[in-house]
C-alpha cells in the first residue's frame, strides 16, 4: 500500500521539492514521502475534503521546516555575502537608477556570478510559484481560471513552463517569481520595456492555450 502510495504521488513530491533551493533535492524528496505517509495515516475523508490538496499542504509544511533548519546553519561567510550583496544593491540602485542585475553586483563586489547565486539561493530557499508566499505574484491568477485552482492544474502550469524558450522562461520568472517591473525586467535582459510588455503578452497566452489543450 504504501508503495503504492508513493508512486501516485511521486511527481507531487518532486513538484513541490522543486520549489525549494539551496538544499539538498534528496533530502527534501525523503521527507515528501515520510509527510506523504503520514498525511495519509492523519487524513480524515469524514470532512468532504481532497486528499490530494491536504497531502500537498502537508509535504510542503515538511519541506519547509527542512529548508528553514538548513538556513539555519548557513556559513557565516555566506551570510557576510548577503549582507555585502544588499548594501551593493541599495548602493547601486541610487547611483545608476535601476535595480542592478546578478552581473552588476558580482562585478562590484569582486566575487563570481555563481557566488553570488549560491548566497542568493541558500539564504532565500523557498523559490515559490504561489500562495505560499505573499510577496510573489500569483502567476496561477494569469494563466488559469482562478477560480478552479487545484494540484493537477499546477502540475500542468509547472509542464507549460519546461516548454517556453529561455528567453520566455526569463521573462516570466523575472516578472512572476522576483516581482520585477518591465522596465527592470527589460534592463535585466537587455532588451525594451516595449518588447517586455509585448512578449510577456504573447508568452501569457501562449501558456494559456497550452494549459487549455
Known amino acids: ?16 521539492a522543486n520549489k525549494f ?26 470532512k468532504n475534503a481532497k486528499f490530494s490538496s491536504y497531502a500537498y499542504s502537508y509535504i510542503y509544511g515538511e ?3 527542512l529548508a528553514n533548519n538548513h538556513l539555519l546553519k548557513v556559513n557565516r561567510d555566506l551570510l557576510k555575502l548577503k549582507k555585502s550583496i544588499e548594501k551593493a544593491r541599495d548602493l547601486l540602485t541610487q547611483k545608476n537608477g535601476y535595480v542592478p542585475t546578478i552581473n552588476d553586483l558580482a562585478n562590484f563586489l569582486g566575487y563570481n556570478i555563481w557566488d553570488i547565486k549560491e548566497a542568493l539561493a541558500c539564504l532565500n530557499p523557498i523559490y515559490s510559484m504561489d500562495e505560499e508566499n505573499p510577496e510573489m505574484r500569483n502567476l496561477y491568477e494569469s494563466v488559469a481560471d482562478p477560480h478552479s485552482i487545484d494540484i ?27 516581482d520585477l517591473t518591465q522596465q527592470e525586467t527589460a534592463d535585466r535582459l537587455g532588451l525594451s520595456q516595449v518588447k517586455v510588455s509585448r512578449s510577456e503578452a504573447r508568452i501569457l497566452t501562449k501558456m494559456r492555450d497550452y494549459i487549455n489543450l
Open 1 to 16: 500500500m504504501e508503495n503504492k502510495l508513493i508512486t501516485s504521488y511521486n511527481k507531487l513530491i518532486w513538484y513541490i
Open 21 to 46: 533551493y539551496g538544499v539538498d533535492r534528496n533530502d527534501l524528496y525523503q521527507t515528501g514521502v515520510k509527510a506523504l505517509l503520514e498525511a495519509y495515516q492523519r487524513f480524515d475523508n469524514s
Open 63 to 65: 519541506m519547509y521546516k
Open 152 to 178: 493537477d492544474q499546477k502540475l500542468l502550469i509547472d509542464d507549460c513552463l519546461d516548454n517556453l524558450n529561455p528567453l520566455e522562461q526569463e521573462i516570466i520568472k523575472s516578472r512572476y517569481y522576483e
